[in-house]
């Protein structure tokens, strides 16, 4: 079964400045996707950005990219330029290829960011 | 133009009740799913429906059962509401391979 870790439970940045949070996942497949997913208090869940596994170059949406390790099953999402309505719950979230599975999304438990004024 | 809708948005109700929480995507995807976040937070999958097929079936109790009419359409109904069937469950939906899009949440309480 896939685990995804997030170590850090909650984080907090000063507006404008860069941050950075972490996920790690463990799996056994060689082809999936990740992503990493924002939960603002409104609670909707809003997709950030997907990187597919056999991709080597690492995705980037506007002030959002990550850092993929493969070898090291390590999917780190750096945000810069935070802005206020960037606080919000960030989820990292695993899934096998379709053939695979049911294309169930494996989710971390979630990193608290807080940007302040 | 709700891409993925839910009704409704919370829900209220007493131990033992019956309820059903209703789930309509517009994207023409062909997969659906239910996942439950609990109060810690933590999400993860119920269902999930390939063309009105039951493709993943977790370990659930029998009480949820979910129905889909067509592929735009995903229902959870739960039977003999507990205590601990109080979280919030989200739809979502995808292409046949892809990222899933989700709906707003239904926040249920059972008191």
């Known amino acids: 079964a896939q685990t995804v870790t997030q170590s850090q439970p909650e984080m907090s940045v000063q507006e404008a400045e860069t941050v950075t949070l972490s996920c790690t996942y463990d799996?056994?497949?060689?082809?999936?996707?990740l992503f990493w997913y924002k939960q603002p208090p409104s609670r909707q869940m809003i997709l950030v950005i997907r990187?597919?596994?056999?991709?080597?170059q690492n995705a980037t949406e506007n002030r959002f990219s990550v850092n993929f390790q493969k070898a090291a099953k390590s999917f780190s999402l750096k945000i810069s330029d935070s802005q206020l309505g960037d606080t919000a719950m960030y989820f990292c979230?695993?899934?096998?290829?379709?053939?695979?599975?049911?294309?169930?999304?494996?989710f971390g438990e979630g990193t608290q960011l807080t940007v302040n004024p | 133009d709700t891409a993925v809708s839910q009704t409704p948005k919370y829900l209220v109700t007493q131990m033992g009740n019956d309820k059903s929480i209703k789930c309509e995507q517009n994207?023409?995807?062909?997969?659906m799913y239910w996942y439950k976040q609990d109060s810690k937070k933590f999400l993860k999958i119920m269902f999930s429906?390939?063309?009105?097929?039951?493709?993943i079936n977790e370990t659930v109790p029998n009480r949820f059962s979910p129905k889909s009419p067509d592929k735009a359409h995903l229902n959870l109904h739960i039977n003999s509401l507990e205590l601990g069937d109080s979280a919030v469950y989200f739809c979502?939906?995808?292409?046949?391979?892809?990222?899933?899009?989700f709906g707003p949440g239904t926040r249920l309480l059972v008191l």
């Open positions: 979502a939906s995808s292409p046949s391979e892809g990222a899933q899009y």
């Open positions: 799996t056994s497949e060689s082809n999936y996707y």
């Open positions: 990187q597919e596994a056999y991709k080597q």
């Open positions: 979230a695993f899934m096998k290829t379709r053939i695979a599975s049911g294309s169930r999304l494996t």
């Open positions: 994207l023409g995807h062909d997969t």
């Open positions: 429906y390939n063309n009105k097929e039951l493709i």
